[in-house]
């Protein structure tokens, strides 16, 4: 192979790893501004009562949020750290479900989000 042609294509995947490096760390940062959003708008309304009375507030102040990016997936989760979590969230036909609702509520926001820096 000509080495000029070997250096152009060098050049054209060290390229190709910068754009995709820059797109991955777009995406991981999105990730992490709508799982801090998930979490703001959980601890506000809660505050409210929204969801749940709060008798120690362990159930509330151990509730957590984390983005995450693998090589096919990105996105973030509110999650329980108390046993009952799953009670809280699903007692009484998901009467006081309180983290799903938030996640359904921002995925369109964040999913168009995610396609402008996909198609950039």
Known sequence: MDESIA???AKINTN???VYGRRRTALLALC???SAKALQLFRVR??????WNNQTYTAMNTVFSNP???????GFFLSHLVEYGV???LANNRKHE??????????DEFLEKVERL???
Do not use: C, H, N, S
Request: glycine share 6%; charged share 20%; aromatic share 14%.
């Open 87 to 89: 009670y809280l969230e």
């Open 68 to 74: 995450y990016i693998t090589t096919d997936v990105v």
């Open 32 to 34: 992490i501004q709508y």
């Open 98 to 107: 309180a983290l799903w609702p938030i996640v359904k509520e921002l995925e």
């Open 16 to 18: 190709i790893r910068g």
């Open 118 to 120: 996909m198609a950039a």
């Open 46 to 51: 809660q505050r409210g009562r929204a969801f």
């Open 7 to 9: 250096m152009q294509i």
